[in-house]
């Protein structure tokens, strides 16, 4: 599956970050703030970059936290 490798953070001043990782468990996201500060947030703090993605992918890694929270 796809993933984004870009986020943008939605908390303070809405600035995109690398993403180091998506932790699809636990439905949050790593975020990498600078080379030594990493930020974990819920995946509902981010809007993820989609701007390489074809409708069918976004969908995809879209419905693999919906799959997760049916799950528990």
């Given at each position: 599956m796809k993933t984004p490798t870009h986020a943008k953070l939605l908390l303070?001043?809405?600035c995109k970050y690398p993403i180091e990782k998506?932790?699809?468990k636990t439905q949050q996201v790593t975020l990498r703030e600078s080379?030594?500060?990493?930020n974990t947030v819920s995946i509902k703090s981010v809007e993820f970059d989609f701007?390489?993605?074809t409708e069918a992918e976004i969908m995809d890694f879209q419905g693999s936290f919906i799959?997760?929270?049916?799950?528990e």
């Open positions: 303070g001043q809405n998506i932790h699809f080379e030594k500060v990493y701007s390489d993605f799959y997760k929270e049916q799950e």
